[in-house]
């Protein structure tokens, strides 16, 4: 079974950084997609990037490219999400998400860790 456990969220003063992790277990996982994706209350969830990780390819969307950046560690079992030049639209919570590569949709999810950007 898989599971996903995200940590690091909390409260940041806009123009700061957080880094967010996201512990994975339950079987190998070279041949997935991890993701990170964001949801506020009463809006759709949004893709925040994904990563290969066999190879540590990453996808970004094009608003968020250069502010956020995923990686792995793939002896860790780890991925992480850093998050720079926050905004106050960067509030929301913060979910981890993993498929087979080949699959179109996100099979699992952990339970997501709060980020709040805010003086």
């Known amino acids: 079974q898989v599971q996903l456990v995200e940590s690091g969220g909390g409260l940041v003063q806009p123009g700061g950084s957080l880094r967010l992790s996201c512990a994975a277990s339950?079987?190998?996982?070279?041949?997935?997609?991890m993701g990170w994706f964001r949801q506020v209350p009463g809006k759709e969830r949004e893709s925040v990037g994904n990563?290969?990780?066999?190879?540590?390819?990453?996808t970004y969307p094009a608003s968020l490219k250069g502010r956020f950046a995923i990686s792995r560690d793939a002896a860790m079992n780890t991925i992480y999400l850093e998050m720079n030049n926050l905004k106050p639209e960067d509030t929301a919570r913060y979910y981890c998400?993993?498929?087979?590569?080949?699959?179109?949709?996100?099979?699992?999810w952990g339970q997501g860790t709060q980020v709040t950007v805010s003086s």
């Open positions: 998400a993993a498929k087979v590569a080949v699959r179109p949709v996100f099979d699992y």
């Open positions: 990563i290969a990780w066999s190879t540590g390819f990453t």
């Open positions: 339950g079987r190998p996982f070279s041949d997935y997609t």
